[in-house]
């Protein structure tokens, strides 16, 4: 398996505050928000020295994040791994123990890429994330 971390996952309750203090330690964002209408919520990425933080704000109360920000605040949640061999690498998390929390569904802030969200109780949860089609 030949992960490769593509972003870490920001979870805000407010996106423009969060991407104004981010700016404030240098952060550019590279892609403004965009609304995902499947999970119900906005997105935002920024980077820094080759650093990507996707911020992710609840657009509604039965948004997939609003019980984690209730839980958590403002804090990193999740770490999104690209993959070339992506069905592949699923089923191997899957097989190592991995549960998965969703069915691999198109993510609009990525270009409608194939993202699935997975959780273990050692580690906590992470994202794969579907590139193989951005070589053809």
């Avoid at 061999?85 to 089923?91: H, I, L, M």
Wanted: glycine share 4%.
């Amino acid at each position: 398996m030949t992960l490769k971390v593509h972003h870490i996952g920001y979870l805000v309750k407010k996106t423009e505050a969060a991407i104004l203090s981010f700016q404030a330690l240098g952060y550019r964002v590279t892609r403004e928000t965009v609304y995902d209408d499947i999970r119900k919520v906005n997105i935002c990425f920024l980077e820094k020295d080759n650093y990507r933080i996707e911020l992710v704000s609840p657009a509604s109360e039965d948004s997939v994040v609003s019980g984690l920000l209730k839980k958590y605040k403002n804090c990193p949640y999740h770490i999104c791994y690209e993959t070339s061999s992506f069905d592949e690498d699923y089923q191997t998390l899957l097989a190592n123990g991995f549960l998965s929390i969703d069915t691999p569904t198109p993510a609009p802030a990525l270009r409608d890429r194939n993202v699935v969200f997975l959780t273990s109780a050692s580690m906590g949860m992470i994202e794969l994330l579907d590139v193989s089609q951005d070589s053809r």
